[in-house]
């Protein structure tokens, strides 16, 4: 099992920035890619960013530029650095952990509980 704890999210105004941290503790596999996804009200879960333990990123299109994903492997810890927020950014963030025991293949997700961020207009 993966133990998934997120922090950092709040109210924040538009055009301002936040930083989300997420540490994984419990059974942690060496190769694995951890990540964010979002859900805004009424919404479907979508994905944010991902990263790998070897560096690989993916994002999705609405958040290059304005977002940036980080990680400490030594501590099993992934990061969000928001600028620029809008109002249309305002969701539950979910922290993501994939295994990668399977590798290329990344497989088994465990999820946070997820942190809410407001932006205000």
């Known amino acids: 099992q993966v133990q998934l704890v997120e922090s950092g999210g709040g109210l924040v105004q538009a055009g301002g920035s936040l930083r989300l941290s997420c540490a994984a503790s419990g059974s942690i596999f060496r190769i694995n890619m951890m990540g964010w996804y979002r859900q805004a009200p009424g919404k479907q879960r979508e994905l944010v960013a991902t990263m790998t333990t070897g560096g690989d990123t993916n994002y999705a299109d609405s958040m290059k530029g304005r977002f940036t994903i980080s990680r400490d492997n030594g501590e099993n810890t992934v990061y969000l650095q928001m600028n620029s927020l809008k109002p249309e950014d305002t969701a539950v963030y979910y922290c993501?952990?994939?295994?990668?025991?399977?590798?290329?293949?990344?497989?088994?997700?465990?999820w946070g509980k997820g942190t809410l961020i407001t932006v205000s207009s």
């Open positions: 993501n952990y994939r295994d990668g025991r399977n590798w290329p293949a990344y497989g088994k997700d465990y």
